[in-house]
């Protein structure tokens, strides 16, 4: 037993072992079975301090059938894998069954709710707080389980930026975590007995082929380009590298939503060029032979899908999406690996925020620079530099429009009073006797900016605002603020609670939740000082992860381009008595590579499950 345990008698410890903290979203769909068949991983071992589902992303539009496949392979191959070579590393927190005593363990909760320090800090305990929070528990020897039959449904981002502010945050804290976990490998495997030194290895080899895979996409589109245009190869290896190396720059120097809108570009171009590669692989089959390397593979890697979606017929219709998938190979591997890295100083979310509420001040300062903007549109227009007097014309136009509708407005007006009139005259003549007064009501042709009903009869007067007035919704707050507190709280007004027994805690328990709420709960003060420091020191950081990424895959690519060049290891395979089938040793290596990166590009991208952002 942990420290922290032997103080406790065995009833206790046995109330927290069997508690157990359903994480969710606030989206998420999902049945009482499948919370279930967690509850029975959790039952089977005592050492299982979490437990995860099958997520299913839902949604609408190319980006979420993307997803589809992309997590359907993951749970299918990776997440698997994980769970039966060793134990899964991210539990995600959009459907997650935690144990209570594993969270109450020395160096669990206790250290997960400590304040970064370091800049590395930021990427482990804020962009990832469920992949780190699975990191505690496997150093503390608890066991992380998968229940593949227990299903979950959730959100995924529908739109391009959105994803990629997703996948943003995800990306780098998965790589922090995964090396925080491999360079405390010898504890993790002296307290873990689920984690063996070979699954210390096998998480290694995802990581370098992690790290080597943009130069691996980059050699991938080179290779296409010379077997179907027949360039040459300094050429191929020129235009493949130049798109990249300018967008590499271009998220240096400029925001975040010209990233953005150059990612967009660049993706559709990557499109074509998977294209390519597949018209290549297939005239290279016809042409040369069946058994090249790179016909190998793609058939191999379909065959493979094929067979794990037969062992799971009920989602066998994922596998249409793996279209979708294999072109979206350059954007995936290559241009979002640069975008999350160069953007690794950004800490938000990136998904999911609140926007700002603005006050009554903004607004009428942003009305005012609108208006201002189609002042100037109107003066920089065509017409206007052609026909100087177009502007007057318009003017003129709506300067009628308003007369005509004010008019109308005043015709409006006039009918009302009328009948306000003559239902005042019948009261007048008829004050002994109960008199059946007509309605007035004026309701059509409302303007956008007055939606008002004005009604004469003994009905309640209503009133529609169409713009919310701040300091007046302040002031009733703060007339009603005596409802929010311990003593007489707003909510047992509600009638749903109405006529049960008010009862308030006793001292101790209040203690205790005002002593929870202030040290775990409680917002975090702004410092500027602190945030500016942060965020230089995050700058850095990404200044050196990314020159460290530019070094490792430019070499990369600068040995794969010297093998190709000299061809020192060309190896002679006889098919028959007048076929030969040449094989580059390290082109075989390379697609083997590749290969092994995306299988792991399914997993490191599904790992925290659908947030957003994100989602």
């Known amino acids: 037993k942990s420290v922290i345990f032997q103080s406790f008698d065995e009833e206790v410890l046995f109330r927290a072992e069997n508690t157990f903290l359903l994480a969710l979203d606030g989206d998420v769909d999902f049945t009482p079975g499948a919370v279930r068949l967690l509850l029975d991983r959790m039952r089977k071992n005592p050492r299982v301090g979490a437990a995860c589902g099958r997520i299913h992303p839902i949604g609408s539009g190319p980006m979420v059938w993307y997803q589809k496949f992309e997590y359907a392979v993951a749970h299918w191959l990776q997440k698997s894998t994980e769970h039966v070579l060793g134990c ?120 370098v082929s992690t790290i080597i895979g943009p130069a691996t996409v980059l050699m991938m589109i080179a290779g296409a380009l010379l077997t179907v245009f027949s360039i040459d190869l300094i050429t191929s290896y020129i235009i493949s590298l130049i798109p990249a190396i300018l967008f590499f720059i271009i998220c240096f120097v400029f925001n975040t939503k010209i990233q953005l809108i150059v990612a967009q570009i660049l993706s559709g171009i990557y499109v074509f060029i998977m294209m390519v590669v597949f018209v290549g692989a297939l005239i290279t089959a016809v042409t040369v032979t069946p058994y090249h390397p790179s016909v190998i593979f793609l058939s191999g890697l379909v065959l493979i899908f094929l067979i794990a979606a037969a062992f799971h017929p009920r989602e066998f219709h994922n596998l249409i999406f793996g279209v979708l998938y294999f072109l979206w190979v350059p954007s995936g591997f290559l241009v979002l690996i640069i975008y999350s890295l160069c953007n690794l100083h950004v800490v938000s979310w990136g998904t999911r925020e609140v926007p700002k509420k603005k006050t009554k001040a903004e607004l009428e300062q942003e009305e005012k620079e609108k208006k201002a903007k189609e002042e100037q549109k109107k003066k920089e227009s065509f017409w206007n530099k052609f026909f100087p007097f177009f502007n007057l014309v318009q003017d003129l136009k709506h300067t009628i429009t308003e007369k005509m509708t004010s008019d109308k407005g005043h015709d409006k007006l006039t009918e009302v009073l009328i009948k306000m009139n003559e239902n005042l005259e019948k009261i007048n ?52 603020n005596i409802m929010f507190d311990l003593v007489n709280p707003a909510w047992v007004k509600e009638e749903m609670f109405s006529g049960g027994e008010l009862m308030q805690m006793i001292p101790e328990e209040r203690d205790f939740w005002e002593g929870f709420v202030n040290t775990y709960l409680k917002p975090l003060d702004k410092n500027k000082e602190k945030e500016k420091k942060d965020t230089e020191k995050l700058m850095e950081l990404r200044n ?31 098919l028959s008595v007048s076929t030969n089938i040449y094989i580059h040793v390290f082109n075989l290596l390379m697609c083997l590579v590749f290969c092994r990166i995306n299988l792991r590009k399914q997993w490191s991208d599904y790992s925290y499950g659908a947030r957003f952002t994100g989602c």
């Not at 150093?139 to 995924?156: C, E, K, M, P």
């Not at 169409?466 to 300091?471: P, Q």
């Not at 050196?544 to 060309?570: E, H, R, S």
Request: glycine fraction near 4%.
């Open 88 to 207: 899964v590393l991210c539990s995600p927190g959009c459907f997650s069954l935690f144990r209570g005593s594993a969270l109450m363990d020395d160096n669990v909760m206790h250290k997960y709710t400590t304040k970064p320090t370091e800049p590395s800090h930021h990427l482990m305990y804020d962009q990832g707080e469920d992949r780190w929070l699975c990191t505690l528990l496997l150093q503390q020897g608890y066991r992380v389980d998968y229940a593949a039959a227990s299903d979950a449904f959730t959100y995924a981002p529908e739109g391009f930026d959105e994803y990629f502010n997703q996948r943003r945050r995800w990306t780098p804290s998965t790589i922090a975590n995964i090396l925080d976990l491999l360079q405390d490998g010898r504890n993790t495997v002296a307290s873990n007995n689920n984690i063996s030194w070979l699954y210390i290895v096998y998480q290694a080899a995802l990581m």
């Open 429 to 480: 003549k008829n004050r002994d006797s109960v008199v059946e007064l007509e309605d007035v009501v004026v309701d059509e042709n409302k303007s956008k900016k007055e939606k008002k009903t004005v009604r004469f009869s003994n009905k309640n007067e209503e009133k529609e605002l169409d713009e919310f007035d701040e300091e007046t919704y302040v002031k009733q707050k703060a007339d009603k």
């Open 544 to 574: 050196n992860v990314c020159g460290g990424m530019a070094l490792v895959n430019m070499l990369w690519v600068a040995i794969n381009f010297m093998f190709q060049y000299k061809k020192p290891t060309v190896i002679d395979i006889p």
